[in-house]
C-alpha cells in the first residue's frame, strides 16, 4: 500500500511539473491534469502533430507534408495556426490509442 501512495505523490508532483496540455480536436475536452482527485481524470496520452520533415528525401518531405495537412483537416479547427508546433491530439482520437509508425524514406533499388 505504501508503494502506491508513493507512486501516486509521484506522478502528482509530476503533473504539477509540466505545462496543461489540452487536446486539440474542435470539442474534445480532454487534457491532463493537475491531480489525480480531479474530477473526470482519465490517463490518456497526446500526440504531437507531426512536423514537416526537410533536409532528408524530397518524398520524405512531400510525405510529412501531407501527413501534417490531414492531421490540421481532422483537428477541425479553423483558428489553428498551421506553422504552430504545440498542438497535441490525444489518444481519444486514435484507433490504437497511439498515432502510427513513423515516414521512413526507402530507396527505390529495394
Known amino acids: 500500500m505504501g ?3 508513493n ?3 509521484i506522478w502528482t508532483h ?3 511539473q509540466s505545462a496543461m496540455v489540452n ?3 474542435y470539442g474534445c475536452s480532454n487534457r491532463t491534469r493537475n491531480s ?3 474530477e473526470n481524470f482519465q ?3 497526446f500526440n504531437v ?3 514537416v520533415i526537410s533536409g532528408q528525401c524530397a518524398k520524405i518531405t512531400e510525405l510529412s507534408s501531407k501527413r501534417r495537412a490531414l492531421w490540421l483537416s481532422r483537428i477541425r479547427r479553423e483558428d489553428l495556426d498551421e506553422s504552430a508546433t504545440h498542438y497535441r491530439v490525444c ?3 486514435f484507433i490504437t490509442g497511439e498515432r502510427g509508425s513513423s515516414i521512413k524514406c526507402i530507396s527505390s533499388a529495394l
Do not use: M, S, T
Request: net charge positive; aromatic share 0%.
Open 23 to 25: 487536446c486539440a480536436v
Open 7 to 9: 507512486l501516486q505523490e
Open 91 to 93: 489518444g481519444a482520437h
Open 43 to 45: 490517463r490518456v496520452g
Open 36 to 38: 489525480l482527485n480531479d
Open 49 to 51: 502533430v507531426p512536423k
Open 3 to 5: 508503494i502506491r501512495k
Open 14 to 16: 509530476l503533473l504539477r
